[in-house]
């Protein structure tokens, strides 16, 4: 099968497509054919090897983390998918990833596609859908708080907020000035987040952009509570004024499902920037690099 590999840790020169063989499901897995994969930020850094010394890559490797497609084999002990489903499925970081023709994984890791979306919005929806989503449930929120979403226009962003309403509460999006029209018809309410401001006005906020960390956490309260899927730079919290959670995604069908649900009824929409093909996976990470506002997939 055709697969994009990454022969060496590095840029974008280190990628071919190549041919490999085609995998095989072993007990409780499921082939799929990969109609559709998402590329994610995370992928970027994965592929420079800044995650070597914890994810260490059995180099070629095929990355690709979220991938929509159809089952076309099942192992042994596979009750709940069957060959024909529809599904998508949460690769991990392991160095057999979604950009490929075919893929293999575990039925825990795989989930049914509703009818009424497409293999694009499929794919669209996993990695970030499940981070958002568990960025929110990592805080006590109650319905009626207001939650600061610092980019609130990305990927992660968009379904947090998505969730936040659907709990009953306020979502704030925290963007950029030039983007403040575009969020406050997303979520209603929206501030510059590039401002420090005079006075703290959140009890609970979501983290998902490195560059405005610092002044997301002067957003917070004493005793607030910050969920954050990047790092937070050293030296703004050392009095520990604020808590912070950090989050790294989980692979979870049952959250997967719900994204999934919400997606089928028209609340939660991930915009798609642009559809490549495996052969441009350079391009695609070029595209993720300059801050594309939306999905970039591969076919």
Do not use: C, W
């Amino acid at each position: 099968m055709k697969a994009v590999l990454l022969k060496s840790y590095g840029d974008i020169d280190q990628f071919i497509v190549g041919d490999v063989p085609k995998p095989v499901p072993q007990a409780g897995e499921v082939l799929i054919k990969i109609e559709t994969s998402a590329v994610n930020p995370f992928d970027l850094i994965l592929r420079q090897g800044f995650m070597a010394q914890f994810i260490p890559l059995e180099l070629p490797a095929i990355p690709g983390g979220d991938a929509a497609g159809t089952i076309t084999a099942v192992g042994a002990g596979v009750i709940r998918l069957k060959v024909g489903d529809r599904v998508v499925g949460d690769f991990p970081a392991n160095g057999k990833g979604a950009h490929a023709e075919y893929g293999v994984l575990p039925e825990t890791s795989v989930t049914k596609l509703p009818d009424n979306l497409s293999f694009e919005q499929g794919a669209s929806l996993v990695k970030a859908g499940l981070t958002g989503r568990q960025t929110v449930d990592a805080l006590p929120i109650k319905t009626g708080d207001r939650v600061l979403v610092s980019g609130g226009l990305g990927m992660v962003g968009r379904v947090a907020i998505q969730f936040l309403r659907e709990i009953g509460a306020k979502p704030v999006a925290g963007v950029r000035p030039e983007r403040i029209e575009s969020a406050l018809l997303l979520a209603g309410e929206a501030i510059d987040i590039t401002k420090m401001p005079d006075t703290a006005g959140f009890d609970f906020a979501i983290s998902t952009a490195y560059s405005v960390a610092k002044n997301l956490i002067a957003h917070v309260r004493n005793g607030g509570h910050i969920a954050s899927i990047v790092q937070i730079p050293d030296g703004i919290n050392n009095d520990q004024r604020v808590f912070i959670h950090e989050l790294f995604h989980q692979t979870d069908m049952d959250t997967m499902n719900d994204v999934l649900g919400a997606a089928s009824r028209g609340e939660l929409v991930i915009p798609v920037a642009k559809i490549l093909g495996l052969e441009e996976i350079g391009e695609a990470h070029r595209m993720v690099e300059k801050g594309v506002q939306g999905k970039i997939l591969l076919k």
